[in-house]
């Protein structure tokens, strides 16, 4: 039987408890494990995106569900200053003085620096650490698993109440790490899905309010599964800011004759072919996308709402090709994983999700039918590509915070 959990190369969540994390934490440093009992465990999950990709950096609106594949920190808190913690994946350990941390290293340790360091810079006080770090997340997936490490580590950083911090202001401070010490230009809704996700249900998340409220999913009836391409994004930074300017070149051109556009998400599809005569057919394209994007993800929250799940299905097949014609981020392993979920008898909705060019694609499946769109999806997609997919079905959790047991 075709397994729809990650395969086994990837820790499986189950195998993430408390206990086996105190075990493993004591084994890798006995001297920092004098009683078990002090040994806490964080988590903070990945997110999915529903619909609404490339929306987020032009004030509009997005649908993020966090996942139970995720990131957990097992530590216990240290008498000094000094934050050292092992990858439970690599074996490598790393680590930094809370009092001198430098400057970036260039490797996944940054991540955790850049958070200590923007918690500090917020008045939050941090504390030294032992810590093992593991992941059910793949890397470069598009999944978020570089926001849940931010995540996971500003409730390992902050103490046992957290620093005090709402789960906006504890997101804002993450993406604020990513942005200014790793140096990824980053918008904010990843690290929002993994702060304040919740079991059952999507985020509506406003990009220019940080409004946001909870979309209930019926995942009594469907399964949310992730299609993994087997290839990594390769959205280039420079590919990605393209993208950007673009879209300011057409806020730009538009503003120029009505002030009150100061994004994209000011613009009407009325407003279009004014936008079509003053910029380039390529940054054109990237508007039209983000436009019509913003109205699909509101008309999937109503789809949803009334349990429509054709109408769902038509909106992600809209959006797949709206990101593969207009904003030009699909692929062809995209495409193809898409192609062949869509052939498949109980798959009611699949699209690219993330950023593109490689990563995974998001499906609705009906719960009997997963297996067959695993089956699917491992028979026929090395076929077409010569690479190797993998299948998640996971479910929607809770944000981020301290694992009991």
Same mark, same amino acid.
């Given at each position: 039987?075709?397994?729809?959990r990650?395969?086994?190369?990837?820790?499986?969540?189950?195998?993430?408890?408390?206990r086996?994390?105190?075990?493993?934490?004591?084994?890798?440093?006995? $001297? #920092?494990?004098?009683?078990?009992?002090?040994?806490r465990?964080?988590?903070?999950? &990945?997110?999915?995106?529903l619909?609404?990709?490339?929306?987020?950096?032009?004030?509009?609106?997005?649908?993020?569900?966090?996942i139970?594949?995720?990131?957990?920190?097992?530590?216990?808190?240290?008498?000094?200053?000094?934050?050292?913690?092992?990858?439970?994946?690599?074996?490598?350990t790393? $680590?930094?003085?809370?009092?001198?941390?430098g400057?970036?290293?260039g490797?996944?340790?940054?991540?955790?620096?850049?958070?200590?360091?923007?918690?500090?810079?917020?008045?939050?006080?941090?504390?030294?650490?032992?810590?093992?770090?593991?992941?059910?997340?793949?890397? $470069?997936?598009?999944?978020s698993?570089?926001?849940?490490?931010?995540?996971?580590?500003?409730?390992?950083?902050?103490?046992?109440?957290?620093?005090?911090?709402?789960?906006?202001?504890?997101?804002?401070?993450?993406?604020?790490?990513?942005?200014?010490?790793?140096?990824?230009?980053?918008g904010?809704?990843?690290?929002?899905?993994?702060?304040?996700?919740?079991? &059952?249900?999507?985020?509506?998340?406003?990009?220019?309010?940080?409004?946001?409220?909870a979309?209930?999913?019926?995942?009594?009836?469907? #399964?949310?599964?992730?299609?993994?391409?087997?290839?990594?994004?390769?959205?280039?930074?420079?590919? &990605?800011? *393209?993208?950007? #300017?673009?879209?300011?070149?057409?806020?730009?051109?538009?503003?120029a004759?009505?002030?009150?556009?100061?994004?994209?998400r000011?613009?009407?599809?009325?407003?279009?072919?004014v936008?079509?005569t003053?910029?380039?057919?390529?940054?054109?394209?990237? *508007?039209?996308?983000?436009?019509?994007?913003?109205?699909?993800?509101?008309?999937?929250?109503?789809?949803?709402?009334?349990g429509?799940?054709?109408?769902?299905g038509?909106?992600?097949?809209?959006?797949?090709?709206?990101?593969a014609?207009?904003?030009?981020?699909?692929?062809?392993?995209?495409?193809?994983?898409?192609?062949?979920?869509?052939?498949?008898?109980?798959?009611?909705?699949?699209?690219?999700?993330?950023?593109?060019? $490689? &990563?995974c694609?998001?499906?609705?499946?009906?719960r009997?039918?997963?297996?067959?769109?695993?089956?699917?999806?491992?028979?026929?997609?090395?076929?077409?590509?010569g690479?190797?997919?993998?299948?998640?079905?996971?479910?929607?959790?809770?944000?981020?915070?301290?694992?009991?047991?």
């Open positions: 039987m075709a397994s729809t990650p395969d086994p190369a990837t820790i499986r969540v189950p195998e993430l408890g408390p086996r994390l105190r075990e493993r934490l004591a084994a890798v440093d006995p $001297g #920092a494990v004098a009683d078990p009992a002090s040994v465990v964080v988590r903070a999950p &990945g997110r999915v995106n619909i609404g990709d490339h929306t987020d950096y032009n004030n509009g609106f997005v649908l993020p569900a966090a139970d594949l995720e990131v957990r920190i097992a530590f216990v808190p240290a008498v000094d200053r000094k934050v050292v913690l092992r990858s439970e994946a690599t074996g490598e790393a $680590g930094f003085d809370l009092d001198a941390i400057e970036r290293t490797s996944w340790i940054d991540y955790v620096a850049g958070v200590a360091l923007a918690l500090a810079g917020a008045g939050v006080s941090t504390r030294g650490f032992r810590g093992l770090l593991a992941s059910s997340l793949p890397r $470069g997936a598009g999944l698993s570089s926001a849940a490490l931010e995540l996971a580590a500003a409730w390992a950083l902050a103490g046992e109440d957290g620093g005090g911090l709402d789960g906006t202001a504890r997101a804002r401070i993450c993406e604020q790490a990513e942005n200014d010490y790793v140096g990824v230009s980053c904010l809704a990843e690290q929002l899905a993994s702060s304040l996700g919740r079991r &059952g249900a999507a985020l509506l998340l406003d990009c220019r309010t940080l409004e946001h409220r979309v209930p999913l019926p995942l009594d009836r469907y #399964a949310l599964v992730v299609c993994h391409t087997g290839s990594t994004r390769t959205l280039t930074p420079s590919q &990605g800011s *393209a993208r950007r #300017a673009q879209c300011e070149a057409a806020v730009a051109a538009l503003t004759e009505d002030p009150s556009v100061h994004s994209l000011d613009v009407s599809p009325e407003m279009l072919p936008l079509r003053r910029v380039d057919a390529e940054t054109y394209r990237r *508007a039209e996308h983000v436009v019509f994007e913003n109205l699909r993800v509101e008309a999937t929250v109503d789809a949803l709402a009334s429509d799940m054709a109408t769902v038509r909106l992600f097949a809209q959006s797949h090709e709206s990101l014609d207009l904003f030009g981020v699909s692929s062809p392993e995209l495409d193809a994983l898409v192609e062949i979920a869509t052939g498949t008898p109980g798959v009611m909705a699949s699209r690219m999700t993330g950023a593109g060019f $490689g &990563g694609t998001v499906n609705l499946v009906e009997g039918a997963v297996e067959r769109l695993t089956e699917r999806v491992k028979s026929w997609y090395p076929a077409r590509t690479m190797n997919p993998r299948v998640y079905a996971v479910e929607a959790v809770d944000g981020a915070g301290y694992v009991e047991g």
